[in-house]
């Protein structure tokens, strides 16, 4: 499969789909992830969304990806671990790999990279602040 640069929305939506098709399957995520989220669809959408407004500064984006993990966590039995977020930030990484190439793989890459060690961080704390 040819690799092509990651440049519109709808190379971002393909992005997602990918990315949380292989979640889904995951031994360790994919628990979580299939028993937090009802409408695969509209999820989708936002995190398509969301990853838009990380890569072109697009505005459509609207909610608290810190508030959600908490949550997670608190589904989770406060037991996310770096585990998980290795594990998410490796499937991440392998998706964009996979099929896309160029700039804007190494930004998604880098700003993955930083949310994922920045909510780990939020959740520990806010988990032994309550």
Known sequence: MEKRELTTRDDVRQLVH?????VRQDALLGPIFNGMIHNWEAHLEHLTDFWCAQLFIDRSYNGNPIEVHRKVDAFANHALSEHHFGAWLNLWID????SFQGDNVFILKNRARKMASFIH????????ST
């Open 18 to 22: 990918s990315f949380y098709a292989a």
């Open 95 to 98: 998706t964009l790999d996979a």
């Open 121 to 128: 961080i939020d959740v520990f704390t806010h988990r032994s």
